[in-house]
C-alpha cells in the first residue's frame, strides 16, 4: 500500500489528500467522530462573559475548522454528531453543558450549518489564500450569529437588541483573533501540502 499524498485536484479539501483508497469509509467514519470529539473538547475552553449567559469558547472555530477540512458533508455530520450526543447529555457543550435547552443552544445548531456551508466553500477554493480563507470565516461566523442570537433572544426573553448586546458584540474581537489563525493555518498547510505532493 502506498502512502504517498494524494495529488491535489481543484475540488479537494485537507481531508480529501489523506491516504485512504480502501479505507475511505473507515477514514471518513475516523474523521467524523474526530471532529466532533475535537468540537467537544474546545467547547471545554470557555470564558465566561460578564452580563452573557453565552461564554466565549474555542468551539466556534473548531467548528469552523473542521468544515473546512473536513468538507460539507464530513462537517455536517460530525457537527450533527456533536449536536446530537450532546442533546442526549453528554456533557460537552460550553462549559459542559449538554441538552437543548440552555440559552446557548442556538449556536451549536448555527455551527452545524456554518460547518457545511464553509465546507463547500472550502471546495471551491476557500481556504487556499489568506483572503479568501478570511471571507470563508466571515460566511461562517455570520451564520452562527444568525442562528444562535435570535436562539438566545427567544430562550431568555431577551430583546433582540439586548440578545445582540450579549450574545454578539462581546465576542467580535476574539472571533476577529480566530479568523486570523485560520488566515494563517490554512492555506499554509495548502502550500506545504503542494511543496511535498
Wanted: hydrophobic share 55%; proline share 5%.
Amino acid at each position: 500500500m502506498s502512502t504517498a499524498a494524494a495529488p491535489i485536484r481543484s475540488g479537494a479539501v485537507l481531508a480529501d489528500l489523506l491516504p485512504a483508497a480502501r479505507h475511505r469509509y473507515a477514514v471518513d467514519t475516523a474523521l467524523v467522530l474526530g471532529g466532533a470529539a475535537l468540537t467537544g473538547i474546545a467547547a471545554q475552553i470557555a470564558v465566561p462573559v460578564p452580563g452573557s449567559p453565552v461564554p466565549v469558547t474555542g468551539q466556534t472555530f473548531a467548528a469552523l475548522l473542521i468544515g473546512t477540512a473536513l468538507g460539507a458533508r464530513r462537517g455536517f455530520l460530525s457537527l450533527a454528531l456533536y449536536a446530537l450526543v450532546g442533546m442526549a447529555g453528554m456533557p460537552w457543550f460550553a462549559e459542559g453543558g449538554s441538552g437543548a435547552g440552555s440559552a446557548s443552544f442556538g449556536y451549536v445548531l448555527g455551527m452545524l450549518l456554518a460547518a457545511t456551508v464553509v465546507g463547500g466553500l472550502a471546495r471551491r477554493g476557500g481556504d487556499r489564500s489568506v483572503l479568501r480563507t478570511a471571507g470563508t470565516m466571515v460566511v461562517g461566523s455570520v451564520i452562527i450569529y444568525a442562528v444562535g442570537v435570535p436562539y438566545l433572544a427567544l430562550s431568555t426573553g431577551m430583546s433582540m437588541s439586548a440578545a445582540v448586546a450579549a450574545g454578539l458584540t462581546p465576542f467580535l474581537i476574539g472571533d476577529a483573533l480566530k479568523a486570523a489563525l485560520a488566515m494563517g493555518a490554512l492555506p499554509a498547510s495548502w502550500k506545504l501540502i503542494g511543496r511535498h505532493g
